[in-house]
T-cell receptor
Framework: AQTVTQSQPEMSVQEAETVTLSCTYD???????LFWYKQPPSRQMILVIR??????QNATENRFSVNFQKAAKSFSLKISDSQLGDAAMYFC???????FGPGTRLSVLP | NAGVMQNPRHLVRRRGQEARLRCSPM?????VYWYRQLPEEGLKFMVY????????ESGMPKERFSAEFPKEGPSILRIQQVVRGDSAAYFC???????????????FGPGTRLTVL
C-alpha cells in the first residue's frame, strides 16, 4: 500500500520569508498525481498545487512551487514571500487512492 | 459554480442514534468521495461512489456505516447506532472524472463535524 510521510509536524516562517515543507511517498506505480492541500482554521480543504508524475517540470502556482524528485520519491512544497494567510495545516497527498500524509502545521510570524 | 456542499455543518447525536450526512457535488461532477478526519490527523478515505454505484468502499467500517449516491439528490453517508469513537469531521469531495485509483483532482466540501455525546 502507498504511504505518505511528512517528517515535519510543525514549521514556522517569518512573514515575507521562504519556507519548504517536505514530503516523501512510497509507491510502485510509474504514473500518478501528487497534490498539496492546505487546511486553514476554517477546516476547508483547499487545493494548493498539483503535479503529474510523468511531467519533469516542477509545478508552480504563484508563490507556491514544488521540487518533485521522482527517483527519490520526494515532493516538497516551497512557499515564497510567506503571508499571514498561509498559516494552515498542509497535507501532501498521493493521488492514486488519495492517500494523505499526516500534515505539517505551518505558522507564519509577523 | 457552487462548490461542494455539505450539510449539516455540525451534528450532535447521542450514543445509539443515527447520523445522516449529506453531500452535493459540484455541478458537472459525478464522482463523490467520503473521508473522515480525527483531530490533528490527515483525512482517511472511506468510500468512493458514482451515481447509483459504490466503486470502492475499502475504507468503510464493516458495520454501522453505509453510503449511497442516488440518481437524484445528494450523496448520503449514514452511521447507525453511533458511538463516541465516531466523533470526527467527515469530508466529502467530488471530481469530474476518475480513472482507476481516482487520480483526478478532488474538490472538498467544508465538512460535517459530528459529535457523539
Amino acid at each position: 500500500a502507498q504511504t505518505v510521510t511528512q517528517s515535519q509536524p510543525e514549521m514556522s516562517v517569518q512573514e515575507a520569508e521562504t519556507v519548504t515543507l517536505s514530503c516523501t511517498y512510497d509507491t510502485s506505480e510509474s504514473d500518478y498525481y501528487l497534490f498539496w492541500y492546505k487546511q486553514p482554521p476554517s477546516r476547508q480543504m483547499i487545493l494548493v498545487i498539483r503535479q503529474e508524475a510523468y511531467k519533469q517540470q516542477n509545478a508552480t502556482e504563484n508563490r507556491f512551487s514544488v521540487n518533485f524528485q521522482k527517483a527519490a520519491k520526494s515532493f516538497s512544497l516551497k512557499i515564497s514571500d510567506s503571508q499571514l494567510g498561509d498559516a494552515a495545516m498542509y497535507f501532501c497527498v498521493y493521488g492514486q487512492n488519495f492517500v494523505f500524509g499526516p500534515g505539517t502545521r505551518l505558522s507564519v510570524l509577523p | 459554480n457552487a462548490g461542494v456542499m455539505q450539510n449539516p455543518r455540525h451534528l450532535v447525536r447521542r450514543r445509539g442514534q443515527e447520523a445522516r450526512l449529506r453531500c452535493s457535488p459540484m455541478k458537472g461532477h459525478s464522482h463523490v468521495y467520503w473521508y473522515r478526519q480525527l483531530p490533528e490527523e490527515g483525512l482517511k478515505f472511506m468510500v468512493y461512489l458514482q451515481k447509483e454505484n459504490i466503486i470502492d468502499e475499502s475504507g468503510m467500517p464493516k458495520e454501522r456505516f453505509s453510503a449511497e449516491f442516488p440518481k437524484e439528490g445528494p450523496s448520503i453517508l449514514r452511521i447507525q447506532q453511533v458511538v463516541r469513537g465516531d466523533s470526527a469531521a467527515y469530508f466529502c469531495a467530488s471530481s469530474p472524472k476518475a480513472s482507476g485509483g481516482f487520480a483526478d483532482t478532488q474538490y472538498f466540501g467544508p465538512g460535517t463535524r459530528l459529535t457523539v455525546l
